[in-house]
């Protein structure tokens, strides 16, 4: 069976078989990404996607990075797919360990 889950920052396309090697991949293996909402500092990927939805409106999301409905709607189904398949105190365990 192929790996579910692939990286998907940038061209990276490593792939994964469980969602929280993928989302601690992203933490430890790209840069960080600065949001241009409020110039926060987080891990690139899920966790930018999260903070962006979390911390901010659909509105600053899509004037900040000129984003248009289907950006929105793309994001929104990735974190949607992510939060539901993924165990994130696992992943916070993972990355306090230095996994």
Known sequence: MA?????GIGDCD???DDVEAAIVHQT???QRHECKVCGTIVPDGYFAIRHAFDEHT???FVRAYDADSAAVRRRE???GE???AADL?????QLDRGV
């Not at 790996?3 to 990286?7: A, L």
């Open 3 to 7: 790996p579910r889950w692939t990286c």
């Open 82 to 84: 992510i939060e539901s």
């Open 28 to 30: 430890n293996d790209h």
């Open 89 to 93: 105190q696992r992943v916070v365990e």
């Open 58 to 60: 659909r509105a600053e």
């Open 14 to 16: 490593a792939a994964f």
């Open 77 to 79: 189904e990735i974190k």
